[in-house]
Every structure is written in structure tokens, then in C-alpha cells.
């Protein structure tokens, strides 16, 4: 079945840089785009970020675009995120997702805090 396995979040000083990571099981990953979404306390999950399947394209919410790079390694099936000058509000779980067949799949989520 299809799994999706998030990691690399953690505690982090404002300014500060992290890489999350995906990893992606159980169905054709090279075949689907791939999302990164976030959550925060109190609020809906928000799109942060998409990529191709080929990787060749890349779009980004507005409040991280110049800040966060997704990019992906077909031959690995992992997607990831890299996340630079960390922000307090950028504090959130951090979950990837991709969209099978009109079904949407997330893993289990990642939780980034940022100290201020």
C-alpha cells in the first residue's frame, strides 16, 4: 500500500535551515507529483509546495517562495524540502502528500518548531 514517511524536523532557531525528507513506498513515485503541506496550531493545512513528477517544475506558497526549495530523487523515491531562514511562523507539521487516482495520500507528518 501506499506509505509516505516524513523526517528531518526538529527544534530550530529563528534563521536557522532544516531538510525534511519523504520517503515513498508502495506505489510508481517517479509516475506523481508530490506536495509538501503544513499545519500549524489552530489552523488548516496549507499547500507549501508541489513538484512534478519529473521534477521539473516546482510551485511555491507565497509566504515561502525564495525561503523553501522542494526537489525530488525518482531513483530514491524521496521527495524533499529544504527549508531556509526559518521563521517563528513557519512552525507547523510539516506532512507530504500526493494525489493517486482522485485519493489523497499523507504521511504522518514531520514537526518543525522555530524558536524566536
Known amino acids: 500500500q501506499v506509505q509516505l514517511v516524513e523526517s528531518g524536523g526538529g527544534l530550530v532557531q529563528a534563521g536557522g535551515s532544516l531538510r525534511l525528507s519523504c520517503a515513498a513506498s508502495?506505489?510508481?513515485?517517479?509516475?506523481?507529483?508530490m506536495s509538501w503541506h503544513r499545519q500549524a496550531p489552530g489552523k488548516e493545512r496549507e499547500l507549501v509546495a508541489t513538484i512534478t513528477a519529473a521534477g521539473g517544475s516546482t510551485n511555491y506558497a507565497n509566504s515561502v517562495k525564495g525561503r523553501f526549495t522542494i526537489s525530488r530523487d525518482n531513483a530514491k523515491n524521496a521527495v524533499y524540502l529544504q527549508i531556509n531562514s526559518l521563521k517563528p511562523e513557519d512552525t507547523a507539521v510539516y506532512y507530504c502528500s500526493t494525489l493517486i487516482v482522485f485519493k489523497n495520500y499523507w504521511g504522518q507528518g514531520t514537526q518543525v518548531t522555530v524558536s524566536s
Open positions: 508502495g506505489f510508481a513515485f517517479s509516475r506523481y507529483a
